[in-house]
């Protein structure tokens, strides 16, 4: 009874105290389609991915009743990083969902005009809401709306003390004249967060990163795991892992709350419980403290991901291929940075098509057969072995009349039509690839039955085609394994290589569409398709993480195009739309949401990517 009271308590103080407005509220993900798009088109970074934020102390003054109920202490407001522009997973501050809408919108476009991000807080916001009226004059009717909504809200500088009074007015004098405000005195505490500014002290990492030889084998993840929808971003530092061996429960607030202190372990098999007290806990903390122990699952059951012994590797066909790459920071190329390896499976053995893809191999050559080249009867050539009696007739009909006749085309001719093009497929074999996609199958063994049927399907149309695979351990080792070649013919060796994929490495893919590209460049057809097939981002050991990875990769696709090729990505990426547009551009991907059914996909596709030829 006791507990039923203290939480009937608890919701109405909460209830009471808080001064948002729930029923208005607009959610980040109501407008997640249009947000990207928006963000891009009035001039934002189009590298940086959108998504949710996470709330950060803000340290304002809260009224008694806010402080009573515990509530109020943290605000989610707008700031951009080198890979992300971070909004709030709702917006609840005005009464009127119409605003709250327009302020996300005015949010993403003073990121995109985000001028001098060196300055202070408030001359970084002037200058910025300066910039956005200034190249979009249309905005400023919504702005003075958003401000004058905002001045209701926050506290008059009469009612305040001296120094945070003072503070007070240069706000309000900043946003409603920006660029008239050159210095900021903050009070002793700031009288409320400035909602259509982007944030003061965006959360950052701390502590020193990780270095690649410290980092533990990427796993896979065992089927469906639950997500954290808005993908929050956290504070986060990296600590060492403290020597002793007993973790220890914080003890006891004087407002009778228990808190977390101990590490707690990321892979691990708790029951849902206690997912969920980790996770409500962590949002209870203002910076989240990680640590390696070296202890996990992952070391317990793999050996570190060194390469392998030179007797136990496949075989070296080619090595010290090397290929420059893009340093985006530096926006300039580095020469002779990433070695190629051409690889061949050691001890792959000569089999034929698995038993239970053969059903379905056997009918899809019989639709690609409808797509192999054959000899048709052409009329009214110049030359033939054949008179075409119908132009001839035609042609004396015109002759007699006295009208002009160009030179005839009397013969009829028949002729072999050819299909000029030829297609490589690039395979990610890397770590990652040893995820499981159901009970009885990983997405490396989806990836080998798309190769085994793709293979069918093409031979059956007669195109020429290749097979690549790739990973990579740093730049000095990117592994690119020769599958299929374009003078090679389709057998039961190949199927051997096939039979014989597991997953590899790391995704240094730059590198590997670079290798991939000068191959298909030297084939003499009129249409060349780069057919790429992934799972993920490009990453690897090293500095390939996150934008740099993106970028390198955007930059070798646009010197495949240039090259006359025509890249296309097939991902199985749930999150691929969130850097695949800057990768390929709006139309040259396509995300497979079920990995399960990409074998029958990707044939599928590729006569849609053919259709013209």
């Not at 607030?253 to 590490?263: G, I």
């Not at 340093?327 to 698995?354: F, G, T, V």
């Amino acid at each position: 009874m006791e507990e039923y009271i203290g939480g009937l308590w608890d919701k109405l103080i909460t209830r009471v105290a808080y001064r948002g407005f729930p029923s208005a509220r607009v959610e980040l993900k109501q407008i997640a389609g249009v947000a990207p798009i928006y963000f891009r088109a009035l001039g934002g970074d189009a590298g940086l991915n959108l998504q949710a934020g996470t709330a950060t102390t803000h340290g304002a003054r809260r009224l008694w009743l806010e402080r009573i109920a515990g509530i109020s202490e943290k605000v989610e407001l707008a700031w951009i990083d080198e890979t992300t522009l971070h909004l709030p997973a709702w917006i609840e501050h005005f009464p009127d969902s119409a605003l709250n809408r327009e302020l996300y919108f005015w949010l993403i476009a003073l990121a995109a005009h985000d001028v001098a991000p060196e300055t202070s807080w408030i001359i970084r916001n002037q200058k910025a809401t300066l910039a956005t009226l200034s190249a979009l004059p249309g905005l400023l009717s919504r702005y003075r709306r958003l401000c004058e909504a905002e001045f209701l809200l926050r506290p008059r500088p009469d009612q305040l003390p001296a120094a945070e009074a003072t503070a007070e007015k240069s706000i309000r004098l900043a946003l409603n004249d920006p660029g008239s405000v050159n210095s900021y005195q903050a009070g002793r505490k700031p009288a409320s967060p400035v909602m259509l500014w982007l944030h003061p002290n965006p959360p950052t990492a701390l502590g020193q990163e990780r270095k690649a030889g410290q980092n533990q084998p990427q796993q896979p993840n065992g089927g469906k795991q639950k997500k954290d929808q808005e993908a929050r971003r956290r504070q986060a530092e990296n600590v060492t892992m403290p020597k002793n061996e007993s973790p220890f429960m914080l003890l006891f607030r004087a407002e009778s709350l228990f808190s977390w202190a101990e590490f707690v372990k990321v892979d691990r098999a708790l029951d849902e419980d206690e997912n969920d007290d980790a996770e409500k806990a962590a949002n209870d903390l203002d910076f989240l403290s990680v640590a390696s122990d070296g202890k996990t699952t992952a070391s317990r059951i793999r050996f570190d991901l060194d390469l392998p012994a030179e007797s136990d590797d496949d075989l070296v066909l080619a090595d010290g291929i090397l290929y420059p790459e893009w340093h985006y920071r530096k926006r300039q190329m580095q020469e002779n940075h990433c070695r190629i390896q051409m690889m061949l499976a050691r001890d792959a053995q000569a089999c034929e098509l698995p038993v239970a893809l053969k059903p379905t191999a056997k009918r899809l050559r019989q639709q690609f057969q409808s797509l192999t080249p054959l000899r048709t009867r052409l009329k009214a050539q110049v030359s033939g072995s054949d008179l075409d009696l119908d132009a001839c007739v035609r042609f004396a009909a015109e002759k007699t009349s006295g009208i002009p006749a160009a030179e005839p085309g009397l013969y009829l001719d028949q002729r072999q039509q050819v299909r000029d093009l030829s297609c490589l497929l690039l395979a990610d074999l890397s770590l990652s690839t040893d995820a499981w996609v159901s009970n009885s199958a990983r997405v490396i063994d989806v990836i080998r039955d798309s190769l085994y049927l793709f293979s069918e399907a093409l031979t059956a149309t007669g195109d020429r085609f290749a097979l690549y695979g790739f990973s990579s351990v740093r730049r000095d080792n990117v592994r690119f394994h020769l599958l299929k070649g374009f003078d090679e013919r389709y057998s039961d060796n190949i199927s051997g290589r096939l039979a014989a994929l597991k997953p590899g490495y790391y995704t240094r893919m730059g590198a590997a569409i670079r290798h991939a590209s000068q191959i298909l460049c030297k084939q003499k057809t009129g249409r060349r398709l780069l057919l790429i097939l992934t799972d993920g981002k490009p990453n690897d050991l090293d500095k390939y993480e996150g934008r740099y990875g993106i970028e390198d990769t955007r930059i070798a696709i646009q010197e495949a195009r240039r090259l006359g090729l025509t890249p296309f990505c097939v991902t199985i990426d749930e999150k691929a739309g969130d850097y695949l547009p800057h990768l390929f551009g709006s139309n040259s991907y396509v995300v497979v949401k079920h990995a399960a059914e990409l074998p029958l996909v990707l044939p599928r596709l590729y006569i849609q990517l053919t259709a013209t030829q």
